[in-house]
Structures are given as structure tokens and as C-alpha cells.
């Protein structure tokens, strides 16, 4: 087998790794509004803006202020990232993680399927009660279904564990919108403080959500 040749260079672009990664949350720093985000949060915000490419969501970002020492606290524990899709999972970096933590997604276990049609809810959505063993104290991020945020805050208003943070970004045009207005206004409708980030409207989606604990397992940028 011959050697492999990169090919000519014809287009004018920075192909330099760490320089890439430098400049990229150099230029969100220096185009996003981060003056209204909590100063613990600001890595945060950063990184979810990194994963979306829009700058202009930071406004819609809405930040307990007590997520991320929760979050961090709880990872450093060795407490497991619960996620609602694959993609999510996939997305986490595990050399990030403080702890050897683990990244748990049940939505291709065998009675995922049997659960949906029996509850009548989408497969995303049964999924999140398999959590339920690991779920006290355990990170969440949810960055598919709207449904899986749905379901999960009924588990806990029915006297569920408790997970220590929730990421709730699920992304689309059919509840997504409506299940992060929940999970915004979960303390004070039901007296349950329950640290969290979501970011109003239908953006949302698998990369935000693992950007989002990516920046919350550790502090380095």
C-alpha cells in the first residue's frame, strides 16, 4: 500500500488544531454579550455557544445559580451523566471527566420499546425511568426529546430521585419550547429547587447539551 498524500492546498484556511480550538472561544468572547451571565457560568455559556455556532444565544441562556458548583460537586463525586440519546453520550469527553465518571444513555435497552407502547410516550421518554437506580444525584443532559424533560420532572413530582443538575436542552418544534419553560419555572411552581440550564425557544439539540457538561466537568477552557 502506497503512502498516503495529502492533497494539494487550494482554499485559504487555518489547518492548525490548538489554534483553531484558541481562536474559536477567542472570537465567541469577542462577539457574544456575556456581561448578564453568572460569573461561574461564563465557561459555561462559552461552550454552549461553541457547540450551537450562534452567538446570539446567550440572551435566551437561563442559568440556575446554583448549577454550577452543584454540577461540578457532583462529578467530582463520581456521580454518572445520564443523557437521552446516543449523541449526547457520544459527545461527552471523557478525559474531562473528573471522576472516571459514566455516560449512561438506556434509550437501545431491550424493554425500552415495551415501556413506550405500554405508556403510550415516545422511546426517549421510557427511557428516562430506567435511570431511575442511578438518577439521585446524578447529572442529566438531555439534548433530544422534549419528552425525556417532560417525563423526567414527572418522575421527580411523583417523588423520584433527584438528580443534582439537570441540562435540559431539547431541541425541535413540538414541545421543546414548552418542556424548558417547565423546567424553568419547576422551582417555583412546585417548591422542588432543582439546579439547571436551558435556553428558551425550539434551539437546543444533542451538541449544546454536550458542550454543556463538557464545560461543567471541568473548570480549564
Given at each position: 500500500?502506497?503512502?498516503?498524500?495529502?492533497?494539494?492546498?487550494?482554499?485559504?484556511?487555518i489547518?492548525?488544531?490548538?489554534?483553531?480550538y484558541?481562536d474559536s472561544?477567542?472570537?465567541i468572547?469577542?462577539?457574544?454579550?456575556?456581561t448578564?451571565?453568572?460569573?461561574d457560568?461564563?465557561?459555561?455559556?462559552?461552550?454552549?455557544v461553541?457547540?450551537?455556532g450562534?452567538?446570539?444565544?446567550?440572551?435566551?441562556l437561563?442559568?440556575?445559580?446554583?448549577l454550577?458548583?452543584?454540577?461540578?460537586?457532583?462529578?467530582?463525586?463520581?456521580?454518572?451523566?445520564?443523557c437521552?440519546a446516543?449523541?449526547?453520550?457520544?459527545?461527552?469527553?471523557?478525559?474531562?471527566?473528573?471522576?472516571g465518571?459514566?455516560?449512561?444513555?438506556?434509550?437501545?435497552?431491550a424493554e425500552?420499546?415495551?415501556?413506550a407502547?405500554?405508556?403510550?410516550?415516545?422511546?426517549?421518554?421510557?427511557a428516562?425511568?430506567?435511570?431511575?437506580?442511578?438518577?439521585?444525584?446524578?447529572?442529566?443532559?438531555?439534548?433530544?426529546?422534549?419528552?425525556?424533560?417532560f417525563?423526567?420532572?414527572?418522575?421527580?413530582?411523583d417523588?423520584?430521585?433527584?438528580?443534582?443538575?439537570?441540562?435540559?436542552?431539547?431541541?425541535?418544534?413540538i414541545?421543546?419550547?414548552?418542556s424548558?419553560?417547565a423546567?424553568?419555572?419547576?422551582?417555583d411552581?412546585?417548591?422542588?429547587?432543582?439546579?439547571f440550564?436551558?435556553?428558551?425557544?425550539?434551539?437546543?439539540?444533542?451538541?449544546?447539551?454536550?458542550?454543556?457538561?463538557?464545560?461543567?466537568?471541568?473548570?480549564?477552557?
Amino acid at each position: 500500500m502506497s503512502p498516503l498524500v495529502a492533497p494539494p492546498r487550494r482554499y485559504d484556511y487555518i489547518s492548525d488544531g490548538p489554534a483553531i480550538y484558541v481562536d474559536s472561544f477567542a472570537t465567541i468572547r469577542r462577539e457574544a454579550d456575556l456581561t448578564g451571565v453568572p460569573a461561574d457560568a461564563e465557561k459555561l455559556a462559552v461552550r454552549m455557544v461553541h457547540g450551537s455556532g450562534q452567538v446570539d444565544l446567550v440572551p435566551d441562556l437561563v442559568i440556575h445559580p446554583g448549577l454550577v458548583a452543584a454540577a461540578r460537586d457532583a462529578l467530582a463525586a463520581g456521580a454518572p451523566v445520564l443523557c437521552d440519546a446516543r449523541m449526547v453520550a457520544m459527545g461527552v469527553t471523557a478525559s474531562r471527566l473528573p471522576a472516571g465518571n459514566e455516560v449512561l444513555c438506556h434509550l437501545t435497552d431491550a424493554e425500552v420499546p415495551d415501556l413506550a407502547r405500554r405508556w403510550g410516550t415516545t422511546r426517549t421518554a421510557a427511557a428516562v425511568s430506567l435511570w431511575e437506580p442511578r438518577l439521585e444525584g446524578a447529572v442529566v443532559a438531555i439534548g433530544n426529546a422534549p419528552t425525556a424533560l417532560f417525563h423526567l420532572l414527572e418522575m421527580i413530582l411523583d417523588g423520584g430521585p433527584r438528580p443534582a443538575a439537570v441540562i435540559g436542552c431539547p431541541v425541535g418544534f413540538i414541545g421543546a419550547r414548552e418542556s424548558k419553560e417547565a423546567l424553568a419555572a419547576f422551582g417555583d411552581e412546585h417548591g422542588i429547587d432543582l439546579p439547571f440550564v436551558t435556553v428558551r425557544g425550539r434551539r437546543g439539540g444533542s451538541a449544546m447539551a454536550s458542550s454543556a457538561v463538557n464545560a461543567l466537568a471541568q473548570e480549564q477552557e
